[in-house]
């Protein structure tokens, strides 16, 4: 945003929820959630409403019903407010029904603009870079508004809407994703982006002359407040980690190229391991990832690391892993595991983040597991057992997940294959994976990535700039009925499978997750070996060996 743009301009806040309220998106996702109540509606397996209540939902709404349609997805003034109701939680998706959700009810100025914001991110986000999010540089929609602040008087619909064409055709300083991918079919990207900015109630409409809301101003500060500082060349280490915090591995090291590009390998190296030194566990996580990344021209730079102060450990193990030095000593280990669960308590913002450090700290209840962290030495030990003795306290170790049924098809194929699992919805894709290959038979021994709206996720190890599956939530990246993602398996071969979630549903009891429920079809041989055919049995026992691996 340019310097000054919101200086002379504080938002109301009332103004700007009244006109939350009133947003005809908002408006609509309100009266449908009041139309489900807390009884609710079935829903379809892609999670929208049955085409049997689409009437009706139609009477509430002001919508028209074609004469034939395939789903409630397929109409417009349907699926919109639907999408805004469930994104922003005024309508809660459980197993095979929807719900009128509890922040029906919430009525504060602060809590309605939080509602509608949960709402609206998601629409400008789907403009930006999938690779590169919240890079600094605006999505098209949020520019648009931009421009619209900068009219010193309200200027003519059509002036406006040209104003957004040029920009997007000049292609300056504004993210430009594959427009056929934003655009409603025909429509023309800057109609998309006007009838968007309407909707939500960011833009006014006066005798055909338009100007920028309350609620589009307030919108824009929190774009502001999201939008990360630009690394640049000249910045120190710590200045770097702290612009790069809570970014995926390969972001922040595309964040950092200026930074890194600009110094040769070693210099790099040696000043982000010296600020890791002073740093707190989570920038210091940061910085031996980027270090790592240097290659052998930062050796010299992790030799000497190796007799630093708290980073002393992760190098040390890392010579060993990387260049054969010394086997790390025990108590090197349990500091670093430390260090690592004291860098998750900050990047998981506290407890959120001790139902997985405790499984990953040794020992079999809670007193065991203090000891191998106040064993460690580390500066973070007595912070990380006072949320380990709270975590005890509750007696309940982790809540329970909600459960995905996912339909996993291998695509290309005749006769269809496929195989039907369901699994902890708080699993990474890493785990996914493996779950997979367990389903459908494979032996793992090649490449595979998932791609999921446009991004690719992969095993780092595999060196491919792409995002680390360890660190994606499948019920982050699936996050309802009916999305699907891709699964690549073989990049010689090109299996290529599409996972689809069927059903949302709760835990059944002392019921064991991941458990297969269904398949069909030969899956063809691997690298010239014989074809396997469904068992049902055969793919349960392989899935039991995981949940020991």
């Known amino acids: 945003m340019e310097p000054g743009l919101l200086s002379d301009f504080v938002t109301d806040v009332r103004v700007a929820a009244s006109e939350a309220r009133a947003c005809p998106t908002f408006d609509e996702a309100r ?7 807390p009884s609710g509606r079935p829903i379809t397996p892609k999670g929208v409403l049955r085409p049997s209540d689409v009437p009706e939902i139609a009477q509430v709404l002001g919508g028209t019903v074609p004469p034939k349609f395939r789903s409630a997805a397929d109409l417009p003034w349907l699926h919109e407010p ?4 469930v994104d922003s939680g005024l309508v809660v998706v459980r197993g095979s029904a929807a719900f009128a959700g509890e922040a029906l009810a919430e009525s504060a100025d602060e809590a309605v603009l939080g509602l509608w914001w949960r709402a609206f991110r998601p629409r400008i986000e789907a403009w930006d870079d999938a690779d590169d999010p919240w890079s600094g ?4 929609p949020v520019a648009a508004l931009r421009l619209l602040v900068a009219e010193p008087d309200p200027v003519s619909g059509r002036r406006f809407t040209s104003r957004i064409r040029d920009l997007l055709m000049s292609h300056r300083d504004v993210v ?5 991918r934003l655009a409603n079919g025909d429509d023309e990207p800057a109609d998309v982006i006007v009838t968007l900015l309407s909707r939500f109630g960011t833009m006014t409409s006066t005798r055909g002359k338009v100007e920028v809301s309350a609620l589009g101003r307030w919108a824009l500060e929190q774009v502001t407040s999201l939008t990360p500082r630009i690394v640049t060349s000249t910045m120190t280490a710590a200045e770097v980690l702290a612009t790069v915090e809570r ?3 390969d972001l922040a090291w595309r964040r950092a190229g200026p930074w890194l590009g600009a110094r040769p390998p070693v210099t790099a190296a040696r000043q982000l391991l010296v600020a890791a030194a002073s740093a707190s566990p989570m920038h210091r996580m940061i910085a031996l990832s980027l270090a790592a990344g240097l290659g052998d021209g930062a050796l010299p730079a992790w030799r ?17 892993h990387e260049f054969g030095g010394p086997e790390p000593t025990a108590q090197d280990a349990g500091w670093q595991l430390v260090d690592e669960c004291a860098a998750l308590l900050d990047e998981e913002e506290g407890p959120d983040a001790v139902p997985g450090i405790w499984d990953d700290l040794p020992g079999t209840d809670v007193d065991e597991k203090i000891r191998s962290v106040e064993a460690s030495g580390h500066p973070e030990a007595g912070r990380l057992v006072d949320e380990l003795r709270r975590y005890a306290l509750t007696g309940d170790r982790r809540p329970t997940p909600p459960v995905y049924q996912l339909k996993v098809s291998l695509r290309h194929v005749q006769p269809p294959v496929w195989r039907r699992v369901e699994v902890d919805g708080d699993i990474r894709l890493g785990d996914l994976q493996l779950v997979i290959q367990a389903v459908m038979g494979w032996d793992g021994d090649h490449l595979h990535q998932f791609t999921v709206n ?3 996720f992969s095993d780092p190890a595999y060196g491919l700039e792409v995002a680390d599956e360890w660190r994606a939530d499948l019920a982050d990246v699936l996050p309802r009925p009916g999305v699907t993602a891709d699964y690549l398996y073989d990049f010689g071969d090109s299996w290529r499978h599409t996972i689809k979630v069927e059903k949302i549903h709760d835990a059944e009891p002392d019921m064991v997750y991941p458990r297969c429920v269904g398949g069909k079809g030969t899956r063809p041989g691997e690298d010239g070996g014989e074809p396997e055919p469904f068992d049902l049995d055969r793919v349960n026992r392989r899935l039991n060996q995981l949940r020991h691996y």
């Open 454 to 456: 446009g991004r690719d």
């Open 137 to 140: 540089k605006p999505t098209a």
């Open 304 to 320: 000497a690391a190796a007799t630093f102060p708290q980073v002393g450990p992760a190098a040390r193990a890392f010579l060993f």
């Open 176 to 180: 430009l994703p594959p427009f056929w």
């Open 31 to 37: 009266r449908l959630a009041t139309w489900l109540g």
């Open 247 to 249: 970014l995926d591995e």
């Open 82 to 85: 639907w999408t805004t109701a």
